[in-house]
């Protein structure tokens, strides 16, 4: 009984620890590539309720200084109890 309670333990915690991401281009503007880049980010849990909430590309270019965008990706992150969807600006 206790090694199957263990065993239970176990996968659960490598169920919640368990996750897959990837980025895709949003937007791509005739703006040279800059040097600058900047984040923002917004955190669900159980894909519903948002943790933090400005994702935007306003935010994103605001964190990085940028004024001039060159370029505009999505990095998706999905979790056993949640998703992670974080904006990615480039540019000057």
């Known amino acids: 009984m206790k090694k199957g309670i263990a065993l239970f333990f176990l996968a659960f915690i490598v169920m919640i620890t368990m996750g897959c991401a990837f980025t895709i281009p949003l937007a791509v503007t005739s703006n040279p590539i800059g040097r600058k880049m900047g984040t923002s980010e917004i955190s669900l849990l159980f894909n519903v309720i948002p943790l ?21 990706d999505i990095k ?5 109890i949640g998703t992670t969807i974080t904006t990615i600006v480039s540019g000057d």
């Open 52 to 72: 933090k909430n400005d994702a935007g590309v306003l935010a994103a270019a605001r964190n990085g200084g940028i004024v001039t965008i060159s370029t505009v």
């Open 76 to 80: 998706r992150s999905w979790w056993v």
